[in-house]
């Protein structure tokens, strides 16, 4: 099962 | 046009050098970053730093009315709430002839007045439009920087197929980069070797790498992405494990770059 990652959650590793 | 198919409304960051837009879309899955520098016009100026608001979906509607003969001139005055846009046939065949009205393209989902479908009618001739401005928040932040482990260039007309092709087969798409390979395979619930459907790559692809890369995408925002091909020929596939994609058309005096982030397994 796939889950989509959110841009956000790269954003905030800075 | 190929941005409002991910954001519906956007800043463009207007300045000497150049006009600049970057959005996320709804989602927060994909992001587009565009830039046309000041050389890309015909003539440019800009006496003052200011983000112009735009409804994309509207805009989008208004530049249909555009032919590819067509130059199309966008103003905006300080202080002002629309932008102005202004197409003139190149070759004033036709009388000149002159069309405004004030379109509050804010709510997309209201239908066209009638008037609009006169306005179509008599292209190509003088048609004067202007768009409803809107104040939005723009992302400040821009996109870190980012060392990409792979770089696949290739013919953006070919990455446009595959991706459609795919489209069709299936909703995840797997992006494989090796030393000499880059497989493109669509997945399937249970995915196995024997159950990817791999498509060719055709010459005119180029591989850049420090290490393989096998990254997960939905198919729907490539698509979506690939929709720009028509400004470059050629489109660059920038990747590292477990990084956002970067698939970036390039052109003469700008560029437009779309992010994606990846699917995860559990």
Redesign the interface.
Same mark, same amino acid.
């Given at each position: =099962? %796939? !889950? =989509? !990652? /959110? %841009?956000? /959650? +790269? +954003?905030s590793k800075? | 046009k190929s941005c409002s198919i991910l954001v519906t409304d956007a800043n463009f960051e207007c300045n000497e050098e150049n006009i600049m837009l970057q959005a996320m879309d709804n989602s927060h899955i994909a992001l587009v970053s565009v830039e046309i520098g000041a050389p890309g016009f015909t003539s440019y100026r800009c006496d003052r730093t200011m983000p112009l608001g735009v409804d994309l979906t509207s805009l989008t509607k208004v530049l249909r009315c555009a032919k590819d003969e067509n130059i199309c001139t966008l103003k905006a005055a300080d202080e002002a709430d629309v932008l102005n846009l202004v197409y003139d046939a190149k070759s004033a065949f036709f009388s000149p002839f002159f069309f405004a009205f004030m379109w509050h393209g804010r709510d997309a989902s209201s239908p066209f007045p009638p008037f609009f479908l006169l306005c179509s009618a008599l292209l190509p001739l003088f048609i004067h439009l202007n768009i409803s401005l809107s104040s939005q928040t723009p992302i400040t932040s821009s996109w870190p920087e980012t060392k990409y482990d792979t770089r696949v260039t290739l013919p953006s007309a070919e990455f446009t197929r595959i991706v459609r092709d795919l489209s069709q087969l299936g909703e995840h798409v797997r992006i494989e980069v090796s030393k000499e390979v880059v497989r493109i395979s669509k997945l399937k619930a249970k995915s196995s070797a024997e159950d990817e459907d791999n498509d060719s790559i055709p010459t005119g692809v180029v591989i850049e790498m420090n290490q393989h890369v096998s990254l997960t995408f939905s198919l729907k925002y490539l698509v979506n992405f690939s929709k720009s091909g028509s400004l470059s020929g050629e489109v660059q596939l920038l990747m590292s494990n477990d990084v956002p994609l970067l698939v970036a058309y390039d052109f003469t005096q700008g560029y437009i770059r779309c992010y994606l982030a990846p699917k995860i397994g559990d």
């Open positions: =099962q %796939l !889950k =989509q !990652k /959110s %841009l956000t /959650s +790269f +954003f800075g | -």
